[in-house]
């Protein structure tokens, strides 16, 4: 077995518990024999079940920051670059389900620096969707009736709640549901005709591929 997938194990076995069962409800002892490793091996990648907590919420936070920060650099008009925004962040929520329910319900378990450092990356990933929904105010790309503030708080509050709710194996595919939720955020910001009819026909091209 590789290092790398001794990690894996372990990392993925400590999501499924907490999910299930809850982070202090969970032992060391319960996540490695789920794993079918030893403890040794464990501690060899993760020092303590903080450690574990912390690595669930900083690999499912930094893979969507990386989309975030791809996304941006693209550049374009304000309504193409949230709905990519908001695209990808749904997407990659759904396919990390497990790691996005434990981040909600377990991640203020966290004190000290390691919960210091993922606040510093939530607030990063916030802050860069306020500041586009904000540029794109000042440009007249977006409405004000609601402030950029307002509107990255509720884009973040719907996603929170896909664990909550949502399947992947249900009607909806993540790729349709995030659609969806971008076009609801795109209108209720009033994004420009223009820019929803452009991304209208290139949603009607992907479905027209299927």
């Keep these: 077995m590789s290092r790398a997938s001794v990690a894996r194990r372990v990392l993925d076995a400590a999501v499924e518990l907490f999910a299930e069962q809850g982070f202090d409800a969970t032992s060391v002892q319960e996540v490695v024999e789920r794993a079918q490793v030893t403890k040794g091996a464990m501690y060899h990648y993760f020092r303590s079940k903080d450690a574990l907590l912390y690595e669930i919420y900083h690999e499912l936070i930094t893979v969507q920051l990386d989309g975030m920060d791809r996304i941006l650099a693209v550049g374009g008009a304000g309504p193409r670059t949230l709905r990519a925004i908001i695209v990808d962040l749904v997407v990659t929520t759904a396919a990390q389900l497990g790691a996005a329910t434990v981040s909600a319900r377990e991640l203020h378990k966290l004190a000290g620096e390691p919960a210091a450092a993922l606040r510093a990356q939530r607030r990063r990933y916030h802050e860069g969707v306020r500041d586009l929904i904000a540029r794109g105010q000042r440009d007249g ?15 973040f509050g719907i996603v929170n709640q896909l664990p909550q709710w949502y ?36 949603r009607q091209e992907r479905h027209a591929d299927r």
């Design 167 to 202: 399947r992947p194996d249900g009607a909806t595919s993540p790729r349709e549901l995030a659609d969806e939720i971008a076009g609801f955020v795109l209108t209720g910001l009033g994004a420009r005709a223009a820019e929803e009819a452009g991304d209208n026909d290139t």
């Design 141 to 155: 790309e977006f409405g004000s009736t609601v402030s950029a503030q307002t509107a990255t708080l509720m884009v």
